[in-house]
């Protein structure tokens, strides 16, 4: 069975860091793309940050609303995708999910999702 299991979401001060991180099961990761997006109550999906594929590259790239304060990474080892969340602000208020799929990276937006996890709920106050 293919799963993406969050964990690190929590509740933190403006300013404040959180790392997020995805344990990822039963699929070849590597092959597409893996990363993040987060959504808001009311609103859509927002890419957030991805890893392209090997195949790609295998380079990281990120949303504006994001670049230069959120790190996306991959342990290979560990079979665990990471997001470190420095200088969070209110704006960063969301559920994270993790996902596996296909990224466009000159929008930062996932054109399609193959898998995601349940969510982790990250508060930013």
């Known amino acids: 069975d293919v799963q993406l299991v969050e964990s690190g979401g929590g509740s933190v001060q403006a300013g404040g860091s959180l790392r997020l991180s995805c344990a990822a099961s039963?699929?070849?990761?590597?092959?597409?793309?893996m990363g993040w997006f987060r959504q808001k109550p009311g609103l859509g999906r927002e890419g957030v940050a991805a890893?392209?594929?090997?195949?790609?590259?295998?380079?990281?790239s990120y949303s504006d609303a994001v670049k230069g304060r959120f790190t996306a990474s991959i342990d290979d080892a560990k079979n665990t995708v990471y997001l470190q969340m420095d200088s969070l602000s209110p704006e960063d208020t969301a559920m994270y999910y993790c996902?596996?799929?296909?990224?466009?990276?000159?929008?930062?937006?996932?054109?399609?999702?193959?898998?995601r996890g349940q969510g982790t709920q990250v508060t930013v106050s």
């Open positions: 890893i392209d594929s090997d195949r790609a590259g295998g380079l990281a």
């Open positions: 039963g699929i070849t990761y590597r092959s597409y793309s």
């Open positions: 996902a596996r799929g296909l990224w466009r990276t000159h929008c930062s937006t996932w054109r399609a999702i193959t898998y």
